[in-house]
């Protein structure tokens, strides 16, 4: 059981907009800290696509967006294509857990 | 460019200890935060453990608590993790993370994020 909770999946046709929560407690994400999201293919590693929140490194499309509010944060896809299929994953950071970063569990994106 | 490569992998029986080891190279690897995640077949991303810059600071998940052991040479820009009383469910992925350094000095934060991640090393326990 994951300390933050997203959807198991999420499907959107080309084109569409896409949304995926990420929800936590007064002690993660409610308490102030800042939400990252990683986007994962089949068998590589993780990438960064947002930190902080709301910002994107270099080279990461402007169809990809952060926010959050309360307990809760969101990864907005805009403009889905066909590559965006792929595992998506918040973390944070728990203050009732010593040193924690917490992950949700994550969430399949399909593109239909 | 900034490269984490793991090595260390492999099988282990239950019980058993294992060390992995991540060779970082293209960045002031003392000025960084360093962390371990793992991913079990099939399953979500798990955090392990952190160190500080300095190697003063270390942070373990509850679930490798008095079983792992971080550590950190950064004369020779390596991470390491001493795995020991292995268990079935400890079979996963594990990768070495890069976190950022917004004042140059190594200090954890709690707001970090991981950035790159290394290709990973697969760890199996089993008999």
């Known amino acids: 059981q994951s300390v933050l909770t997203q959807p198991p999946s999420v499907s959107g046709a080309p084109g569409q907009r896409v949304t995926i929560s990420c929800t936590g407690s007064s002690s993660n994400i409610g308490a102030g800290y800042d939400v990252h999201w990683y986007q994962q293919f089949p068998g590589t590693a993780p990438k960064l696509l947002i930190y902080g929140n709301i910002n994107r490194p270099s080279g990461v499309p402007d169809r990809f967006s952060g926010s959050n509010s309360g307990t809760s944060a969101s990864l907005a896809i805009t403009g889905l294509q066909a590559e965006d299929e792929a595992d998506y994953y918040c973390?944070?950071?728990?203050?009732?857990?010593?040193?924690?970063?917490?992950f949700g569990g994550g969430t399949k994106l399909t593109v239909l | 460019e900034v490269q984490l490569l793991e090595s260390g992998g492999g099988l282990v029986q239950p019980g058993g200890s294992q060390r992995l080891s991540c060779a970082a190279s293209g960045f002031t690897f003392s000025n960084h935060v360093m962390s371990w995640v793992r991913q079990a077949p099939g399953k979500g991303l798990e955090w392990v453990s952190t160190?500080?810059?300095?190697?003063?600071?270390?942070y373990y998940a509850d679930s490798v608590k008095g079983r792992f052991t971080i550590s950190r040479d950064n004369s020779k820009s390596t991470l390491s993790l001493h795995m020991n009383s292995l268990r079935a469910d400890d079979t996963a992925v594990y990768y070495c993370?890069?976190?950022?350094?917004?004042?140059?000095?190594?200090?954890?934060?709690?707001?970090?994020?991981?950035?790159?991640w290394g290709q990973g090393t697969l760890v199996t326990v089993s008999s």
């Open positions: 160190i500080s810059g300095s190697g003063g600071g270390t």
């Open positions: 993370a890069k976190e950022p350094s917004l004042d140059g000095s190594g200090t954890y934060y709690e707001n970090n994020w991981f950035d790159p």
């Open positions: 973390q944070s950071y728990d203050n009732s857990l010593s040193g924690s970063r917490v």
